[in-house]
């Protein structure tokens, strides 16, 4: 007994298909009404012209040839939209794919439990000593990590939850500071969120993911998917 699988793909808009193909939409029929309105101003101005001094030859091709140009930059934007609209199409299938997935992005928040939690930073360069320090609401330090040697990139890091006291930190939304150095000199360090992608959303412009932190990204932002 054998099991048929149907596979996925991946299609043009049909709004894509239609510019491509030349079918005829609301587009094409916008089109050819400005067409047919330059056609009719054209043949009444010539049959309205002095015999005496009739329209140049040179100034009806002039005219001809702008009305190609302008419809054929109305047909370029028609099909460059049409691919913008296919290609965020895409995007958004592709975007969907990370729903239930956790995501470092930009920011400097940590939450805990009880039980820490996790965050991430960014290094454009790597640095032989790197320090983290978590502070509350109010800005007081909770805690003073300090990790050592880091490579360049981003990376994963957690804090187990506990204060420099050795006490248990208050469950809440906590943040940090990241201070990174290489041979004695400052360098940058980014910090990273760590959170839960729950949905994705379109606009005109752009694909964004909406994080369980209440933040929404771009998926341009995302430095790691987990």
């Known amino acids: 007994m054998t099991t048929s699988v149907q596979s996925a793909t991946n299609t043009a808009s049909q709004a894509l298909l239609d510019s491509m193909n030349g079918n005829k939409n609301s587009t094409t029929s916008a089109v050819n009404a400005t067409q047919d309105r330059f056609m009719t101003l054209l043949v009444t101005q010539m049959k309205n012209q002095d015999p005496l001094n009739p329209m140049d030859n040179a100034q009806v091709t002039s005219q001809m040839a702008q009305l190609s140009t302008v419809t054929g930059i109305d047909k370029l934007n028609n099909t460059m939209q049409s691919i913008i609209g296919s290609v965020q199409s895409a995007q958004s299938y592709q975007a969907a794919n990370m729903i ?3 995501v470092l ?32 609401s109010a800005g007081a330090t909770v805690r003073t990590l ?4 880091q490579s360049s990139g981003s990376a994963p890091l957690s804090w187990d939850g506990f204060a420099n006291d050795g006490s248990v930190a208050k469950t809440g939304q906590y943040t940090f500071d990241i201070a990174a150095t290489t041979a004695g000199n400052v360098v940058a360090a980014n910090g990273l969120n760590y959170a839960q ?30």
């Open 146 to 149: 300090n990790l050592g040697t």
């Open 197 to 226: 992608v729950m949905s994705v959303s379109t606009n005109a412009n752009t694909v964004k993911l909406n994080l369980s932190n209440l933040a929404s990204v771009s998926t341009t932002d995302v430095k790691e998917i987990f």
């Open 105 to 136: 992005v930009p920011g400097n928040g940590v939450s805990t439990t009880g039980t820490g939690g996790y965050f991430g930073v960014d290094l454009p360069v790597g640095a032989d000593k790197m320090t983290v320090t978590i502070k509350d």
């Open 100 to 102: 239930g997935h956790n």
